[in-house]
């Protein structure tokens, strides 16, 4: 089993950056994938970007280019930093680790951009 949790969501003005953060405990040599997903209330959860254990990394494309995930392995952390913020990014921030037999999701963080 995983654990996640996540930090760094809060308020931000339209074009400002975010760096969030998810720490990562557990069975964490099991890991495949990690991803942030995304979720606006009454809207399916999304996901946002996604790295492999190789270190490739997908994006959606409402981010890409904008967004960049990467992880520290020493730290066991996950991060996303988030540039040029839109307020169409406003969202609850969830992070996720699946291994081949389970995903594991955090408690999910807070984005909200606004001026």
């Known amino acids: 089993q995983v654990q996640l949790v996540e930090s760094g969501g809060g308020l931000v003005q339209p074009g400002g950056s975010l760096r969030l953060s998810c720490a990562a405990s557990?069975?964490?040599?099991?890991?495949?994938?990690m991803e942030w997903y995304r979720q606006v209330p009454g809207k399916q959860r999304e996901i946002v970007a996604r790295i492999a254990s190789g270190g490739s990394t997908y994006y959606s494309g409402s981010v890409k280019g904008r967004f960049t995930i990467s992880k520290d392995i020493g730290k066991n952390t996950l991060y996303l930093q988030m540039n040029s913020l839109k307020p169409e990014d406003t969202a609850a921030y969830y992070c996720s680790a699946a291994t081949i037999s389970s995903r594991s999701w955090g408690q999910g963080t807070q984005v909200t951009v606004s001026s």
């Open positions: 557990g069975s964490i040599f099991s890991i495949n994938t």
